[in-house]
């Protein structure tokens, strides 16, 4: 009886030693290509994922940069006609141009860290150009000639803009895209502008900017 046991025992261990077979390892390798495989897709949608949630967490700092500006602009509008390149007045707040520019104003407030001997004042245009929201400064405010201008780009990707008046009534007259021919100009200023920007990746996003009761 213990002579049998002993073969049962050789012949268990023989079949360990001499490895396995090639069925075996057959399904041991389909096992890890299937693992390996789950393990792959996993990580292709975890790290597309994080491409998305950066893309949105871009797109949503580059917007609330614009409203922050846009509403630095607006809050410090002042009603203060100046005199353009070419020698007319135009007046302080101006939209709705078949240009590019959507939104012209005259702003108080101007840093002056170099006690420099200028006006406090800054003449502020914003343009919508190829989906590209941008906002441009002049050099001088009372131009009278050739007045020198900087770009700064703010964003890209801009599906659509709409911008529109309110006036003290309540009243909101679209002027942005404009069906007009000319500028829709106001020497007083409105008091709020209602702005949806529509974004690629972001869907469409309002903005109400109230201004202030005095200029």
């Known amino acids: 009886m213990v002579t049998s046991v002993n073969h049962e025992a050789e012949d268990l261990c023989g079949r360990f030693q001499g490895g396995f077979t090639l069925l075996e390892l057959l399904v041991a390798l389909s096992i890890f290509v299937?693992?390996?495989?789950?393990?792959?897709?996993?990580?292709?949608?975890?790290?597309?994922?994080?491409?998305?949630?950066?893309?949105?967490?871009?797109?949503?700092?580059?917007?609330?940069?614009?409203?922050?500006?846009?509403?630095?602009?607006?809050?410090?509008?002042?009603?203060?006609?100046v005199i353009g390149e070419s020698g007319q007045m135009e007046s302080a707040f101006m939209g709705g141009e078949q240009t590019s520019a959507w939104l012209i104003l005259t702003q108080g407030?101007?840093?002056n860290p170099r006690g420099?001997?200028?006006s406090e004042f800054q003449r502020v245009a914003w343009l919508f150009e190829?989906?590209?929201?941008?906002?441009?400064t002049w050099k001088v405010l009372d131009a009278m000639g050739e007045n020198p201008h900087t770009d700064e780009t703010l964003v890209a990707d801009v599906l659509n803009l709409e911008v529109g008046f309110v006036d003290n009534?309540?009243?909101?007259?679209?002027?942005?895209?404009?069906?007009?021919?000319?500028?829709?100009?106001?020497?007083?200023?409105?008091?709020?502008?209602?702005?949806?920007v529509e974004k690629k990746g972001m869907g469409r996003i309002r903005r109400v900017f109230e201004l202030p009761l005095t200029p």
């Open 34 to 81: 299937v693992l390996s495989l789950m393990a792959y897709q996993g990580l292709s949608n975890m790290l597309m994922t994080r491409d998305i949630i950066e893309e949105k967490t871009q797109n949503l700092h580059e917007l609330q940069m614009v409203f922050m500006l846009l509403g630095n602009d607006l809050e410090q509008a002042v009603a203060r006609p």
């Open 109 to 111: 407030g101007r840093p």
């Open 116 to 118: 420099e001997a200028r």
């Open 130 to 136: 190829e989906g590209t929201l941008i906002r441009r």
């Open 169 to 196: 009534q309540g009243v909101k007259s679209v002027i942005w895209p404009s069906q007009e021919s000319h500028a829709i100009a106001s020497v007083s200023l409105p008091r709020a502008v209602e702005v949806f």
